[in-house]
């Protein structure tokens, strides 16, 4: 078939009985989809199953690592303490750190969004702030107090970078939902987007296809670098 979407497999969030069912549920925003539809990909939900991460991976051609109101274990990242504040999805992790490592085992287009950047740089080697406030000196409010439709700050785009090559900016206004960001990469890894606090906002991996974090919610569109990132990792797949 000529023109065929690409298919593009999206993590979906999960939560426990309660709201919306008395039974275990998953959870999406459609602007995630709507995002990738967009771009030109066709959404691929995908339910937390470690061990069918294979099969999985056979049926789609990028990944899209997606956010939630939850925390990657310190565990996975070398961390000796755990702050109060940080809250796990233990199967949900699991099954994102089978699919992504898959993925980029097979030269699968990544992106990571929001905490998905955060696995996916505990996976590249780094490690993660676990609790802005208590770590970053005069922090800025990176859960924004206003809606995330607008923008909660902006960040500087590095030049020479895939994600400066998408966006064409040198600065990028973004919303900002997380409590938590990327602490430290390995050599290699290179820091492509920064907040004015300097909270890493964005990471990506030169040797790989396309592999690209960042750490604000492009699925809202709120400029005109949100909607390049998607088509530019939609594209990737081709």
């Not at 339910?47 to 990028?62: K, T």
């Not at 274990?73 to 089978?98: I, N």
């Not at 406030?133 to 206003?146: C, R, Y």
Request: net charge negative.
């Amino acid at each position: 078939m000529l023109n065929k979407r690409p298919t593009i497999g999206i993590t979906l969030d999960s939560e426990q009985p309660g709201g919306y069912s008395k039974m275990p549920w998953y959870a999406i925003r459609e602007n995630y989809c709507a995002a990738v539809l967009a771009a030109g990909g066709l959404p691929m939900l995908l339910p937390h199953e470690p061990d069918q991460a294979p099969d999985y991976l056979d049926r789609i051609d990028g990944l899209v690592i997606t956010g939630g109101a939850f925390d990657v274990d310190p565990a996975l990242f070398g961390a000796g303490s755990r702050h109060a504040t940080v809250r796990t999805k233990d199967r949900r992790t699991a099954f994102e750190l089978a699919i992504t490592r898959g993925a980029m085992e097979r030269g699968l287009p990544v992106l990571g969004i929001c905490g998905g950047q955060q696995l996916l740089a505990v996976i590249l080697g780094g490690t993660l702030v676990q609790h802005i406030p208590d770590e970053v000196a005069g922090a800025l409010a990176h859960e924004q107090p206003n809606p995330r439709t607008e923008p909660g700050h902006t960040v500087r785009v590095a030049r020479d970078t895939l994600l400066h090559r998408i966006v064409g900016v040198d600065e990028l206004a973004v919303n900002s939902a997380h409590h938590q960001a990327v602490k430290s990469v390995p050599a290699g890894i290179v820091v492509d987007a920064v907040a004015p606090d300097g909270v890493i906002e964005g990471i990506e991996d030169p040797g790989r296809r396309f592999c690209l974090g960042v750490q604000w919610h492009p699925e809202y569109d709120i400029s005109a670098g949100d909607g390049r990132i998607f088509q530019a990792f939609v594209g990737a797949t081709g």
